[in-house]
């Protein structure tokens, strides 16, 4: 058994399905869509954050020829997703359980980076442009990675799709090559 297969069995993460995958091939054309999104900046968290963009920018295509798998971590609601404060509470808790299941694959050796939709929330209100206060705390937005998570998803036989009353959070452990 692999160790991120043991640590997801671990009481405080049985609400969620684990998944190892492949990691995403770089498609430059999706990240500069993703890149101009995030510009756009509906959610109010572009440059206001170190796990969003521009702070969290990077040579996406350099990191991900560096990681050697992904652990897709999901956990499904049932709830109107349009209700921003229900909506609000559970990507705390999201936040905090995905961290904790990071955070057990670090104290195990492995070399991991987390990603989830939207901006990390560790701190509250984040330091940045001053410097991260804790960068190994830190949950990054899988929007700065520019993925078509949807050709992503299907690769690998998990449908990305959003119902009426019930959606599904998704976050992505990159597990480093050599791990």
Request: proline fraction near 4%; glycine fraction near 6%; include cysteine.
């Amino acid at each position: 058994m692999e160790t991120w297969e043991s640590v997801s069995l671990l009481r405080e993460f049985e609400a969620y399905k684990f998944k190892k995958v492949h990691v995403p091939e770089y498609d430059e054309n999706a990240y500069q869509i993703a890149f101009r999104k995030c510009k756009e900046n509906k959610c109010g968290t572009y440059d206001t954050n170190w796990g969003c963009n521009p702070g969290a920018k990077r040579d996406v295509k350099e990191f991900l020829a560096q990681q050697d798998f992904v652990i897709i971590v999901a956990r499904t609601f049932e709830a109107d997703y349009k209700d921003n404060e229900l909506l609000d509470n559970i990507t705390m808790d999201i936040q905090r359980t995905f961290r904790k299941f990071i955070i057990e694959l670090r104290d195990n050796n492995v070399d991991c980076t987390g990603f989830l939709d939207g901006p990390c929330r560790y701190c509250g209100v984040c330091a940045y442009p001053e410097p991260c206060r804790f960068p190994d705390m830190m949950i990054q937005s899988v929007s700065t990675l520019g993925l078509n998570l949807t050709k992503w998803f299907e690769e690998f036989g998990e449908p990305f799709e959003f119902h009426e009353g019930r959606f599904t959070l998704y976050g992505m452990v990159f597990v480093r090559a050599g791990a």
